[in-house]
Structure formats: structure tokens, C-alpha cells
T-cell receptor, first 111, second 113 residues
Framework: GQQVQQSPASLVLQEGENAELQCNFS?????MQWFYQRPEGSLVSLFYNPSGTKQSGRLTSTTVIKERRSSLHISSSQITDSGTYLC?????????????FGTGTLLSVKP | GGIITQTPKFLIGQEGQKLTLKCQQNFNHDTMYWYRQDSGKGLRLIYYSITENDLQKGDLSEGYDASREKKSSFSLTVTSAQKNEMAVFLC????????????FGPGTRLTVL
């Protein structure tokens, strides 16, 4: 079936270090979306990125649709960046969009 | 901007009980979704609806019913709660179209005793 491989599963950084999170998709996709999941469970949309590179502050998302991969780069990490990052591939089938999620990267940033 | 609200925030049920979760959005989005998240796993799609009174099954629809009463609201019913079940149910909405970013609500945490 359709799968999303997300890596690494967990990551520990010292404050100020950079991080690179990866997602690889098993099938052709329409677009992809990156989320930050707060400790209480709510999801914050970070990027909706069909292709190319998008930047928001210290976060950069790069999607290469032909190669079925996407990455999230976090620069100069801060303690408040700690949490779970989820990627999802967006499959549009004419009757609605379906997101297929990876299992997430648990990021811990230490002082 | 808009907001998605989910009620209740916490839901405790008994084995075999029918339980209903509610979702409201004021984005004026056409499409709404229900996802389930189990501990340590990614979200999985249960049901979605692309317009009022429409229902489409996701990958995890068995054991659930859904109802899209009006454009702004989408309900999910657990038809028979399973003992020791614990999960978070997340509602989302988006526009209809080829490129449609999904926005999520805060979730409902289910515990079945």
C-alpha cells in the first residue's frame, strides 16, 4: 500500500544546532504537508508544499516530487522546537484529498 | 483565518458503548475529515466528506459511522467501543481541489474502560 517513510525516528540536538528531517514516499503524490504536533496532540500546519522550496523563519521545506521525497530543515534549533514533526503525502483522487502520514520524528532540543 | 473546534476534549466510555464525537469549522471549507492516531503511530483516515450529506470511507472506517449534517459540522460515531482502547481523534477541513492544505482541530482523546 501507500507508505511514508520518515527519518530519523528521534533526534536529540544541542540548542543552536541544525536539523534535517526526511520523508520518502512509496507512490506518486500530489503534494505533501509538514506538521508540528504539540505535546497535547494538536497539529500545526508548517508547510503545504507541492514542489520546490518554501521558507518560514528558521524552517525550510524542500519537496522533489519526481524523486518522491521531502525534507524539513530547522536552523539554529531552540528548546521550544522540541516535539513531534509529522510529514504526510497528499493524494488527490478527484473526490477529495487524502493525507497519508509518516510515523513522525521526535525532536528534543537541550540547553 | 478560521478555527476548528472538537467536542468533547476528553471522552471516557465503557466497552460496547456507542460514542459520538463532534467537529465544527468556520473556515467555510467544503471538505472535512476524521483521523485516528494511536500512540507511536501516524494518523489514519477514518471518513471524509466533500460536501454536505456526502460521506467517503477512509482506510479505517470499520467500526465507525459518520454524519455531515451541514457544511460546518461533521460527526463521528464509534459504534461499539473496544475495551482498553485509547486513541486521539483529529478532525480536519480543507477546500476542494487539486491542492488543498488541511487544517486540524485540537483532538478528542478517547479512553475505554
Amino acid at each position: 500500500g501507500q507508505q511514508v517513510q520518515q527519518s530519523p525516528a528521534s533526534l536529540v540536538l544541542q540548542e543552536g544546532e541544525n536539523a534535517e528531517l526526511q520523508c520518502n514516499f512509496s507512490t506518486s503524490l500530489n503534494s505533501m504537508q509538514w506538521f508540528y504536533q504539540r505535546p497535547e496532540g494538536s497539529l500545526v500546519s508548517l508547510f503545504y508544499n507541492p514542489s520546490g522550496t518554501k521558507q518560514s523563519g528558521r524552517l525550510t521545506s524542500t519537496t522533489v516530487i519526481k524523486e518522491r521525497r521531502s525534507s524539513l530543515h530547522i536552523s539554529s534549533s531552540q528548546i521550544t522546537d522540541s516535539g513531534t514533526y509529522l510529514c504526510a503525502m497528499d493524494l488527490y483522487g478527484g473526490s477529495g484529498n487524502k493525507l497519508i502520514f509518516g510515523t513522525g520524528t521526535l525532536l528534543s532540543v537541550k540547553p | 483565518g478560521g478555527i476548528i473546534t472538537q467536542t468533547p476534549k476528553f471522552l471516557i466510555g465503557q466497552e460496547g458503548q456507542k460514542l459520538t464525537l463532534k467537529c465544527q469549522q468556520n473556515f467555510n471549507h467544503d471538505t472535512m475529515y476524521w483521523y485516528r492516531q494511536d500512540s507511536g503511530k501516524g494518523l489514519r483516515l477514518i471518513y471524509y466528506s466533500i460536501t454536505e450529506n456526502d460521506l467517503q470511507k477512509g482506510d479505517l472506517s470499520e467500526g465507525y459511522d459518520a454524519s455531515r449534517e451541514k457544511k460546518s459540522s461533521f460527526s463521528l460515531t464509534v459504534t461499539s467501543a473496544q475495551k482498553n482502547e485509547m486513541a486521539v481523534f483529529l478532525c480536519a477541513s480543507s477546500i476542494v481541489g487539486n491542492y488543498a492544505e488541511q487544517f486540524f482541530g485540537p483532538g478528542t482523546r478517547l479512553t475505554v474502560l
